[in-house]
Structures are given as C-alpha cells and as structure tokens.
C-alpha cells in the first residue's frame, strides 16, 4: 500500500467495499444454494480481479487510444506513444486553447498552421509574413508571433516566439524552439520521453 498513490489506494479501498457488499449479498441470499453460490462468487471474483488489472495498465491503454496525450511522471519527464503514421503527437495548450501538433526535432521553430493561428484569435490576414522557410513544399511565407503561454503537462511557458506558417501546413509543428527548454529528448522504440 506505501507504493500506491492516494488515488491508487482510494480506488483500491472501493473496489474492495464492492467485493464486499457483492459477495456479502450473494451469501445471504442464497443459503442453500452453495454450489451455484461459489460459482457466482468465483464469476465476480474473476471481474475483480480484470477490473484491477485493467485499473494497472490504465496509462498504456491510453497511450495507445490518444497517443497525443502526454504521459507525466514524477521525475520531470513527459512521454509520448508514437501514432500509427509513425510521428509523435502532442495536445497542447495554447493561450488557454488546445492545439494538436507534431513534435518535429526537424523544424527549428514553433509553427503554427493559419487555421491554428485564426483559432487563437490571431489577425492571419493582417499578420507581416517577412520570413521565409524552407519546406518539403518549396519556400513558404512566415510571420512572428508571441505566444502568451505554451502548457504541455504540468510544464507552463510564458512569451514564447512563434511562426504562423504562410503556406500549406497540415498540422502545427513543435519544433526545437521549444523542445531546446528540455534537458534532453530521447527516443526508445515507440516512445519519445522528454525530461526538463
């Protein structure tokens, strides 16, 4: 029970009180029913037993169901699941929205797409495209911004510089910009781990 998070432990605890009062019903309803008593008892004990197991592996299901969902943990790092299409993907908030990006330790800058830019209420119409990138589709127009906050996890960046991206861009790009803030990247099989 020391190794359980209170959380861990409160959820053990009901699981427990359930057994109870289900096993505890089923004797006093069946008192002269002993074999079909033990066959329901072995039944729910046998979803008990999957309900904890599934409980224990709750973070790998939903790594593997939303894969853009960060996976923090105690020491200071964020994990990633790499999605079917082999990239790395990242919900992160911004200015207090959500936007989905790809973590590309290719690009060299936060890149927003125009629609994620319209979405956070910046004028793209208006915005100066005075830069220039180099993508797989040519050189395309880009413009600076700041952004107010930049929140992955429990990690809060504030006044981070930003592009909007002039051209065609599926998805925004979290570039090395903003994956420099960590001590280190490291990639192992499926996951990208990220430590501040």
């Known amino acids: ?22 096993g505890g019903s ?3 309803s069946s008192r002269g029913q002993l074999n079909k008593t033990l066959q329901q008892a072995a039944i729910w ?13 709750r973070d790998r299901i939903e790594a593997s169901i939303y894969p853009e969902r960060a996976v923090m943990n105690e020491r200071g790092t964020v994990t990633f699941t790499r999605a079917r299409d082999g990239h790395f993907y990242a919900e992160v908030g911004v200015n207090g929205k959500k936007i989905q990006f790809v973590i590309d330790t ?8 125009a629609k994620d830019a319209e979405y956070l209420g910046y004028p793209v119409g208006d915005l100066i495209y005075s830069g220039r990138a180099s993508t797989a589709n040519g050189v395309v127009p880009m413009a600076r911004i700041t952004l107010d906050s930049l929140t992955l996890g429990r990690f ?8 909007v991206n002039g051209g065609e861009l599926d998805t925004s790009l979290l570039g090395m910009r903003y994956l420099e803030r ?15």
């Open 182 to 196: 960590f001590r280190k990247i490291e990639i192992s099989g499926s996951h990208l781990t990220l430590t501040r």
């Open 45 to 57: 004990g046998l979803i008990f037993v999957g309900a904890i197991g599934a409980y224990s592996l």
């Open 106 to 113: 290719g690009a060299s800058d936060i890149v927003l797409t």
């Open 156 to 163: 809060t960046d504030r006044h981070v510089r930003a592009t």
């Open 26 to 28: 089923m004797i006093i």
């Open 1 to 22: 029970m020391r190794d359980l998070s209170s959380d861990d432990q409160a959820v053990l605890v009901y699981l427990i009180l359930i057994l109870l009062v289900v």
